[in-house]
């Protein structure tokens, strides 16, 4: 069993930086790929970023490359999603999840657990 709490989340101008961290209970943490979803209003949830469980290998949704980092520390079993030049239409609710994986994770059903979500608002 894996509990999964993100903070972080907040109101940002356009252009300005926002670093969400997720925090994991149990002590097999690093055997998960981790990964971030996000879900804006009337829409479904997508995909953000992942990482596997060793912080070699991450992937990232076209949307976000070049301006989101994803990382992990395992010796703290906290993983972290680093966004940077954000623009409006990143508002959304941020959801971390962990997956049981040697690899990384890139669609929602390979996710067993997740947090409860955090909000980021970009303003214009």
């Known amino acids: 069993q894996v509990q999964l709490v993100e903070s972080g989340g907040g109101l940002v101008q356009a252009g300005g930086s926002l670093r969400l961290s997720c925090a994991a209970s149990g002590r097999t943490f690093s055997s998960y790929a981790m990964g971030w979803f996000r879900q804006a209003p009337g829409k479904e949830r997508e995909f953000v970023a992942t990482i596997s469980w060793n912080g070699i290998n991450t992937y990232y949704a076209d949307s976000v490359k070049g301006r989101f980092t994803i990382s992990r520390d395992n010796g703290k079993n906290t993983v972290y999603l680093q966004m940077n030049s954000l623009k409006t239409e990143d508002t959304a609710v941020y959801y971390c999840?962990?997956?049981?994986?040697?690899?990384?994770?890139?669609?929602?059903?390979?996710?067993?657990?997740w947090g409860q979500g955090t909000q980021v608002t970009v303003s214009s």
């Open positions: 999840a962990a997956g049981k994986s040697w690899g990384v994770l890139k669609h929602r059903f390979e996710y067993e657990y």
